[in-house]
Structure formats: structure tokens, C-alpha cells
């Protein structure tokens, strides 16, 4: 059927319009079948519209190397071209610029089905395929690699293409920093890996749904992917988008870092194990790297990320919030992603280190402030303090009350000529001001921010307890008021949601709850915990924040 003759045949019969019935003269072979069978189905479909679409039709079959189609495939057209009679010029226009010779009726098919659903959106689909004809004519393609893999052609002809690309498309994307471009790379990249169906089609789902503006296709993208290509030819079915991302931004500053990549071929493919392998040669801090991978920098800590990778030495940024030293930037360097700090902790607590040489008393501090452009004045006041004697168990008691009094109400403290004993002696006389009833008298009850976090409930050995925010200020002076700590002091926090405070009660045979733990939740974080008169919880205690904290997805 595929023969010249035959085609010229069948183009002759159906333009002659020959009424095909039981009693019509045409013979009973292949072609009057095809005709006959083809001419009762568009009739059953469309009657009026016939005709005029079986020109189009012939005049598209009449192209040498076009293949004749199968009825079934004829009809799907033919219902596309009632809702889109520019299907068939875009596949004339798509064959005809593709040269794609005697490629068979599934690819046409393939093409005609899977834009089937967009009847209303008749420039996406001619978009669409537009977007297939430069993926043809591409030179990153083998063609008939997309003609034999639909899930390919299916990726293109249904990506979300927006009002602007329509436009780009329009012109045939001579822009080759287009983001498509990047797109057509990587589906060659997929096509090299010869996937399953499942895993391919998973694959366009994670990758291509709409093209990525902010990855726009250029030579250095291309070197990147190569790189990455290089090491495992898996890393498109192992990162995201959002992971590519983030490593590219690493690639622009310093592509030496992946020719250096030594992958562990025998452990899973994964942008953690990538990015370990990435700095395993470069001297890093490894709070960087933790944070980095969580994507938890804000755009400062960006900036000082960056500004290593390029060789630069931190200290001389000018956007960190204190004055670091050489000695505290080395000990930075060094530190593990163990270490459960923020990358500003960090440099906080190798500042107060390479002062006190005190780990616990550093980490306490590090934690404890809540500005980080206040932390000259903590890193001096607190290392004088360790000096004097200040010990770990009352750093976070000690913050707060010169929180309180120093930066808040703007009181000057002469803690050069004070001792410990005087100063723990003045914090435990603030806090009983801090639970006087004329204290209580001044409180505005006032709404504290919300975080989002529901009421929590458990039942060990018969006991219930129950997890709790604290949301009004009243909730909050009370409870310090209870516990006798100073947890009225965070109200300013509390109130701007920079910290969020909990309770942790149990429940008596009568549900009245007793306090016992206040917990202090900052950045997605327990940063502490304290009971009556700032003990420490009990083991049982610890187990059951553990248990909310991880029902909460908060860090310990």
C-alpha cells in the first residue's frame, strides 16, 4: 500500500469524491477497502466537513516520503482538524522541515493523539509542534532516536508552554539560550541512558513539565551537565531540578571542583553524596555545606558561601554583621555538619572558642543570641564574663537578663568591676520582679505570633501529656510566674515571631494540667528547654519533646 502507485490510486479515488457504497463499482482489494472504510467513518463523524478535509489530506500523502496512514490514524486527524484545521499544515510544515522520510504511521500517530486534548488551545498545540520540528532539527538530536521514543515526542508536544514562548516558538527559538534548548540536551541525555518506559516517563514528570527561565540553555550549562554526565550517567533519575540548580550556581564560580569529583560508585547516587564528593578536596567549613544542602542560608550567608568557593577569605566580606578573626575563620573552616548551628551561629561560637576554649559555653552563647549584628557586644561581654568565671548552666539566664536590661531598656551595667555571685544574685532579684503582681498589672494582654504548630498529645504508663503553644502574653507570664524563670522576658520575640514558646504539662486523674517543661522553639529548632527554677527535664521529659520535635519536624 505504501508503493507509489497504490498512493496515487487512493489519492485519485478520494478526490474524485466516487460515492463508496455496496453498489459501487470499485473493485475488492486493499485500496477500495481503504477508501471504502475510510469515506463511511469521516462521513459518521463529519458529513459536511469531508470533502474539504480529504483535500488537505491527499495533499499532504502526495508528499514524497510521507507515509499513507491508517484509517484509524486518518479519523483521529480528521477530529483534530474539525477543532484545528492548521493540524495538517503543521504537520506538512513538521515533514517537510524535519525531512523525515518514510517514517511510519506511529509517529504521526503518536503526534495527532497526544495534543488530542487540546482542542481549545489551538496555539499551544501549533506551539507544540513547532517545538518538535526545532527538537528534529536540532544538531544535539539523532532524530530517529524521537521517532522511536514516544515518550519523548509525548514530553514536548505536552509541556506548558506560556504566552512568551509561544512567541519565541514563533520564530524558531534562534535564541540558543532559550531555556528549551536545555531541555532537548537533557531528553538526548535520557535517550543515552536507555531507560525503561516507567522510569523514562517518571523522569519527563520530574524534569520538563514547563522549561526552566532561570537555567537558560548556554555553552556553560552544557559543560556542566557534560560534567556531571561524565561521573554517572544516572545523575537526571538521581537530582531535581531544584538540586541541578543549586549545584549549577556552585559550577558557575568554580567548575574545577567537578573535574576533581571522585564518586563512590558503590553507594546510591545522591546531591548529598555529590556534594561531599564535591568538597572533598577543598577546604570548607562543614556548616556550610550542611546548611547549604538544607537550604537553609539566608542571602548574606549566601554571599559568604560563595566568596570561599571563589578563595576569598571571609573576614573580609563586608557584609558580615561583626568582626571576625583570622584565628575564628580558620576554626570555622574546620568545623563538622554535626554540629547543629546555623552558618552565623558558627561564627559566632569560633569566635567565643578561640576566646574561652570552652565548647559547651560557645555552643550556649552561639545559640543564644537573637540579633546577629548584637554579636560584638556578646562575643565581648561573654568571653569577659567566662573569664570571670561564668559557666555554661547559666549563660542562656544571664542573656536574657542582660537582654533585658542592657539592650532593650538601654541600662548601663558595670560588669567589669561585678563578680559572678553579685551578677547571678541580680538575675534571680529581676526574676522575682519578673513574677511580682505588680508586674502582672502592666501586661497587655496581647496576642503572641501563631506557629503553626498543633496541640500535641501522649499517653506513657498510663500518664497524659500534652505539648502546648503559648499564645497570649498573659499565657506567657504565667507560665514563667509557675515555673519561676524569666521565659516573660522573650515576650518581644514571641510577639514579632522570632520565637515561639511551648509548654509541656501533664494531666491529672481531673485533666487539670500542671506545668513542667517550657520549650522554646527558634528557626524550626528546640533551642532550649527549662523547668522549674531553668532545671533541665528529666530523661522522660526529654523523650517525649523528642517525640513531638520529630512529629514537628524540628531539630533538637
Given at each position: ?73 486518518v479519523v483521529l486527524l480528521y477530529q483534530k ?60 538530536f539523532n532524530q530517529n532516536e524521537l521517532v ?294 502592666l501586661i497587655r494582654n496581647r496576642k503572641l ?108
Amino acid at each position: 500500500m505504501q508503493t507509489k502507485n497504490v498512493k496515487e490510486e487512493i489519492i485519485e479515488i478520494l478526490l474524485n469524491g466516487i460515492v463508496v457504497s455496496s453498489n459501487s463499482s470499485l473493485e475488492d482489494n486493499p485500496t477500495s477497502r481503504y477508501c471504502k472504510s475510510l469515506d463511511l467513518l469521516l462521513t459518521k463523524e463529519n458529513a459536511t466537513k469531508k470533502n474539504e478535509f480529504v483535500k488537505n489530506y491527499c495533499v499532504l500523502i502526495q508528499k514524497k516520503g510521507f507515509p499513507l496512514l491508517k484509517v484509524y490514524t486518518v479519523v483521529l486527524l480528521y477530529q483534530k482538524w474539525l477543532a484545528y484545521p492548521q493540524i495538517v499544515k503543521q504537520l506538512d510544515l513538521l515533514f517537510t522541515k524535519s525531512k523525515m522520510k518514510l517514517v511510519e504511521d506511529e509517529f504521526w500517530l503518536q503526534i495527532i493523539v497526544s495534543s488530542e486534548s487540546d482542542k481549545k488551545k489551538h496555539s499551544l498545540q501549533q506551539a507544540r509542534l513547532k517545538l518538535l520540528l526545532i527538537a528534529l532539527n536540532s544538531n544535539l538530536f539523532n532524530q530517529n532516536e524521537l521517532v522511536t521514543r514516544g515518550e519523548v515526542i509525548n514530553s514536548i508536544l505536552r509541556l506548558h508552554i506560556n504566552e512568551e514562548n509561544q512567541n519565541n516558538l514563533k520564530y524558531g527559538l534562534k535564541d540558543k539560550t532559550h531555556p528549551y534548548f536545555r531541555m532537548f540536551y537533557i531528553i538526548r541525555k535520557m535517550v543515552d541512558m536507555n531507560l525503561a518506559k516507567f522510569e523514562l516517563s517518571e523522569l519527563l514528570k520530574t524534569h520538563f513539565w514547563s522549561p526552566d527561565k532561570e537555567l537558560p540553555w548556554d555553552d556553560t550549562l552544557k559543560r556542566f551537565h557534560d560534567s556531571l554526565a561524565s561521573k554517572s550517567v544516572m545523575y537526571l533519575n538521581c537530582l531535581t531540578n531544584f538540586e541541578l540548580k543549586k549545584l549549577y550556581s556552585i559550577y558557575e564560580i568554580r567548575p574545577v571542583l567537578f573535574d576533581e569529583i571522585n564518586v563512590d560508585k558503590n553507594k546510591p547516587f545522591t546531591f548529598k553524596l555529590l556534594l561531599n564528593a564535591l568538597f572533598e578536596n577543598f577546604m570548607i567549613s562543614g556548616v556550610f555545606l550542611k546548611s547549604f544542602y538544607q537550604d537553609k542560608m539566608n542571602v548574606s550567608e549566601k554571599e559568604w558561601f560563595f566568596d570561599e568557593i571563589k578563595g576569598k577569605n571571609i573576614v573580609n566580606s563586608t557584609t558580615l554583621p561583626f568582626k571576625l578573626t583570622k584565628k575564628a575563620a580558620h576554626h570555622f573552616r574546620n568545623l563538622t555538619p554535626e554540629l547543629n548551628i546555623s552558618i552565623s551561629e558558627g561564627l559566632v561560637y569560633s569566635s567565643l572558642f578561640t576566646l574561652t576554649e570552652d565548647h559547651d559555653y560557645s555552643l550556649a552563647v552561639a545559640r543564644a543570641i537573637r540579633d546577629i549584628y548584637q554579636a560584638d557586644y556578646w562575643i565581648q561581654t561573654m568571653s569577659m564574663l567566662h573569664k570571670k568565671g561564668l559557666i555554661a548552666h547559666y549563660v542562656i539566664m544571664i542573656m536574657d537578663y542582660l537582654n533585658e536590661k542592657v539592650i532593650i531598656n538601654g541600662i548601663s551595667l558595670d560588669l567589669k568591676n561585678k563578680n559572678i555571685k553579685n551578677l547571678l544574685k541580680d538575675m534571680n532579684e529581676w526574676h522575682v520582679q519578673l513574677r511580682t503582681a505588680r508586674e502582672l498589672k502592666l501586661i497587655r494582654n496581647r496576642k503572641l505570633a501563631d506557629a503553626g504548630i498543633k496541640d500535641f498529645a501522649t499517653t506513657i504508663e498510663n500518664k497524659t501529656f500534652i505539648i502546648k503553644q503559648l499564645k497570649s502574653s498573659i499565657e506567657l507570664f504565667d507560665e514563667g510566674n509557675d515555673l519561676c524563670h524569666c521565659v516573660y522576658s522573650y515576650r518581644n520575640y514571641c510577639w514579632n515571631g522570632s520565637s515561639y514558646i511551648f509548654s509541656l504539662r501533664q494531666l491529672d486523674e481531673n485533666e487539670i494540667e500542671k506545668r513542667l517543661i517550657t520549650i522554646e522553639v527558634k528557626k524550626e529548632r528546640v533551642c532550649q528547654t527549662r523547668g522549674k527554677f531553668n532545671s533541665t527535664p528529666t530523661d522522660h521529659e526529654k523523650e517525649i519533646i523528642s517525640i513531638w520535635s520529630k512529629e514537628n519536624n524540628l531539630a533538637g
